[in-house]
């Protein structure tokens, strides 16, 4: 579904055809391109190749690629280790994580591991969707879930009308197949 068919249907699910128009384009497309990158949050990596990336390397930590999104996956020596923490830096890499005696910490724009002193890593990791602004423009996401941006977007529209809203949202997470307190 190109761009220009998804701003059509949001303004006939607000009914906004052949009135005046409450929302501009930009506004909607904003909003289509949130709900793109929302399901990418929500959805397996595996139903998105085309924004699935590799780093490679052999440091004690990683410099986060330009375009990460999400982290998929870390290897490190060829064995599978958790990611901690937001990209934020919300953790303090002193803190003990006693569950893990190998694990990778996002820190600001890095990962970095834990304890030190691997040869190699391995990091998987989703690109940022692109954002659409032409007409042409079609998201990042498989054709099977574009139908839950025009949901999202409808949900953002529909600030008066409680009912349509819980509606929508409650359609994009359906199609997306997430529970209520992921979107």
Not at 2 to 30: P, Y
Not at 42 to 58: E, R, Y
Not at 110 to 138: C, H, N, Q, R, W
Request: charge should be negative; proline fraction near 7%.
């Amino acid at each position: 579904m190109q761009l220009s068919e998804m701003l059509a249907a949001v303004r006939n699910n607000l009914n906004e055809v052949g009135i005046t128009e409450m929302f501009s384009d930009s506004d909607i497309t904003e909003w289509l391109n949130a709900g793109a990158k929302l399901a990418a949050r929500a959805l397996p990596p595996q139903l998105l190749p085309d924004l699935q990336k590799v780093v490679t390397g052999s440091s004690t930590s990683v410099a986060l690629p330009a375009g990460f999104f999400l982290p998929v996956q870390l290897l490190l020596e060829s064995r599978r280790v958790p990611i901690i923490g937001p990209s934020d830096g919300g953790h303090d890499p002193g803190q003990a994580f006693e569950s893990f005696d190998t694990y990778g910490l996002m820190w600001g724009s890095t990962i970095k591991f834990y304890p030190e002193g691997f040869a190699g890593y391995v990091l998987y990791y989703l690109t940022t969707p692109t954002d659409m602004s032409i007409a042409t423009d079609e998201p990042g996401i498989p054709d099977a879930y574009h139908y839950a941006l025009v949901c999202y977007a409808t949900y953002m529209g529909a600030s008066k009308d409680r009912m349509l809203r819980t509606q929508y949202l409650a359609m994009f997470q359906e199609i997306l197949g997430v529970a209520n307190e992921r979107a």
